[in-house]
Every structure is written in structure tokens, then in C-alpha cells.
């Protein structure tokens, strides 16, 4: 490969890094049940030790999001425990995650309640959470929400915007100045017939009337089939409101599959629209770069690593685009010469000079045969089989 592409692929991994999911490591499934591995994490601690593992081989994920009903049980008081994983395991608590969503009080909605003890009740979790953040030294607070209505006429969907409005709002007075609140949105799941914040532009209106340290959220799992995702982060980029992403594939809804497992170009023009809009804007862009998948039948370490190396090759291959000629064949409307470009940085192997790349920083070329080769799945397997025979109720 010559010299300024490899240049180029080793300036963009330099600054890419992603996080991972503490619930990405623990037995997970779906709403009919879930499949027990014997090596998932069943504690706090082993999700941090876990998480310590992928980062060690792939110097890539130095920070894990937790959920804090999940991560968190003794609320503000696992905060020096949390601390003290970190420390030992080497990665840091990145997102912090309210659970506004399992409780049984949250039958009908959480910040979308009619009942007002329950709104309260949610936001006082909420702010909760920013204190457990702030005591973590974590800036971003992910908030998404399963609120909504499954039948016509149900719900005064007006009424509950305007309870979003004046919750976030509360949450929003209680961040420090360093942090943010990141919120989500998802057309239906567990609602079917309306969700409070459906889609992009109704996080963006409440991100605004939240105020300025809210951003927006996007899952790349929570969209209708056909939409077209990199021009909502193209607009959210133009207009200041993209604050991260929660990345998995699916092939239907929401599946929780492996990064660029069904569609990788469509990951490699997400991260396409944000390198362009760098050169163009001549900065960079503050976006979280967050895992958020549900590893149920693949081993969950191996999944974790194998999201982290594609997830490299796909930003890699969007750093290869040469942006002053793609502009210019736009300007000319050069069609042919425009979609080349693309294509063809995608069609790079770019592997290689990964692997010169980790060679560079004393990391294995091959992450995952490293995992594999390590012993470590062999002893957590050992320590944690009886334990997680044991575990078939919780969802994480």
C-alpha cells in the first residue's frame, strides 16, 4: 500500500476508540428466554475483568458503559467499589446507564408516567445516576426510555412530551459542566403502537429543550429497515446535536448483532459522513463511540473482540476517501467518479496495515487467536460454570 494511505490508516487509528458494554459480558437474551454460557460474567467485577481482556489485546477500549441497576446495586455506594475495578482491571467506567425500564412501576412509562410519584421516582434515579457519573469521573449519561403506548387512544401523547420536556430539563440542571446527557431514541420495542422519542428528530427537540449539554444518541439497531442512517448523522453533524453512537447491526429490528455483521458498508459510510465532515469543518467532532449489543449465542469476549478489530477496519477504510476529489466530483456532478471513491476505499484491505499498526503499540496482530490461545476463557469457564448454571431468571 503506499505511503500516505498507510499514514492515513495509522493517523485514524491513533484516535479511534470505542467502548464496550458491561452487559455485553454477562448472560443476556430475548424477551422468550435466554441461553446460558458457562464463561459469562456474573458480577460486576468480572465484567470490568473481562472487558479488561479485550482492551489488553486490542488497546482499543479503554472505558466500559455500565447500567447502574446492573452494575451499580448498592447505588452511589459502589462507586468506590467500581473504582477500585477499575484500577485492577485497567479499564475505566465510561457511560453511565439509568435502567428506567425494569422496574415494575415502569409498566406505563418512566419520565412519560401518568403518575407523578412515578415520574419522580424515575427522576430521582436519573439523577442519581449523574452523581454516580459525577463520583466516576464520567462525562455522559445515556438515557433511553421504553415509554409508550400499545393501543389508540391510550395515551395523551402530547401531555407526555411535555413531562419529557420537564424531566430532562431536571436531569439537565443537576449535570456538572464537564458532563453531557446522551438521549436515545427507537421507533417501537417494548411499545408497539407509539414510543415517546420514535426517532431522531424527536431526541433532537428534546436534546434542545433539555439544553445545551444534551446531545443525541444514535443505535444503529434502532431504525426502520430501508432509512438511511448516515444522513441523520450527516444532519445531526451540521447541526452540532450528534453525541454518540450505540453500534450493532441487524438484518430486521434491533437484532444486537455484531458490528458490520450484515451490512459493513453501511457502518463504513456512517464513519465515512464523520471524516468528511472533519475535513471539511477542520476539526473533529466530540462523538462517543459505544458498543451496544447483546452477545446471546456467540462466546461473549470472542464477539467483543471480533466487533473491535471490524469495527477498526471499517474507520480505517473511511480515512482512505480522498475528500478533496470526492468534492470536487460533486461539485461537477460526476456521479461515476463520486461513488468510485467510495467504493473503492472500501474494497482496501486494510488488515495489514492494522496488524503493522498493533505491531507498533506491542499488541498481538491477531486479537481474537491471541484471546483464544491465552487460557483465560479455559479458567473463567472453570471459576464460573456453577454459577451461571445457576443464573436463568434476570435479564443481565
Given amino acids: ?53 479485550v482492551h489488553l489485546l486490542t488497546g482499543v477500549c479503554p472505558t466500559v458503559a455500565l447500567h447502574v441497576l446492573w452494575d451499580c446495586p448498592d447505588g452511589l455506594r459502589s462507586a468506590d467499589e467500581i473504582k477500585r475495578f477499575a484500577e485492577r482491571y485497567r479499564v475505566l467506567p465510561g457511560a453511565i446507564n439509568p435502567n428506567l425500564f425494569q422496574d415494575q412501576e415502569y409498566k406505563f412509562g418512566s419520565f412519560g408516567n401518568p403518575d407523578p410519584v412515578v415520574r419522580q421516582r424515575a427522576l430521582q434515579h436519573t439523577k442519581d445516576s449523574i452523581e454516580i457519573a459525577r463520583r466516576l469521573h464520567c462525562r455522559d449519561i445515556s438515557l433511553w426510555f421504553a415509554d409508550g403506548s400499545n393501543y389508540p387512544g391510550t395515551a395523551n401523547i402530547r401531555q407526555r412530551k411535555q413531562w419529557f420536556v420537564e424531566m430532562l430539563k431536571e436531569s ?14 427507537k421507533p417501537f420495542e417494548p411499545a408497539f403502537y407509539h414510543t415517546d422519542i420514535a426517532d431522531w428528530g424527536m431526541s433532537l427537540l428534546l ?17 426502520y429497515g430501508a432509512q438511511n442512517i448516515e444522513q441523520i448523522v450527516a444532519w445531526l453533524l451540521s447541526e452540532d446535536m450528534l453525541g454518540g453512537f450505540h453500534f450493532n447491526d441487524r438484518r430486521y429490528a434491533d437484532d444486537d448483532l455484531t458490528l458490520g455483521s450484515i451490512d459493513p458498508y453501511q457502518v463504513f459510510r456512517i464513519f465515512h459522513e464523520i471524516r468528511y465532515f472533519e475535513w471539511e469543518a477542520g476539526k473533529q ?37 480522498d475528500h478533496e476529489e470526492l ?6 456532478c460526476d456521479l461515476v467518479t463520486a461513488e468510485s471513491l467510495l467504493q473503492d476505499a472500501f474494497n ?25 490461545e491465552s487460557g483465560y476463557l479455559e479458567q473463567i469457564t472453570k471459576e464460573r460454570a456453577a454459577r451461571n448454571s445457576q443464573s436463568i431468571t434476570s435479564y443481565a
Avoid: C
Fill in 327 to 332: 468534492s470536487q466530483a460533486q461539485t461537477n
Fill in 172 to 185: 439537565h440542571a443537576a449535570l456538572s459542566p464537564g458532563q453531557r446527557l446522551l438521549i436515545e431514541y
Fill in 207 to 223: 436534546s434542545r429543550a433539555a439544553g445545551p449539554q444534551a446531545k443525541v444518541l444514535v443505535d444503529t439497531g434502532h431504525h
Fill in 285 to 321: 467532532p466530540d462523538i462517543a463511540y459505544m458498543v451496544d449489543q447483546s452477545h446471546n449465542l456467540k462466546g461473549k469476549i470472542e464477539e467483543a473482540i471480533q466487533t473491535v478489530t471490524v469495527a477498526q477496519q471499517l474507520f480505517s477504510k473511511a480515512a482512505l476517501v
Fill in 1 to 53: 500500500m503506499e505511503a500516505h494511505k498507510t499514514e492515513r490508516i495509522f493517523d485514524a487509528l491513533e484516535s479511534f476508540r470505542i467502548e464496550l458494554p458491561s452487559w455485553g459480558f454477562a448472560n443476556t437474551g430475548t424477551r422468550f428466554g435466554k441461553f446460558i454460557q458457562p464463561a459469562a460474567a456474573t458480577t460486576t467485577e468480572e465484567k470490568f475483568s473481562d472487558a479488561g481482556q
Fill in 348 to 372: 482496501i484491505d486494510v488488515r495489514p496495515v492494522i496488524q503493522e499498526w498493533r505491531d507498533s503499540k506491542g499488541l498481538p496482530r491477531d486479537p481474537l487467536k491471541a484471546f483464544l
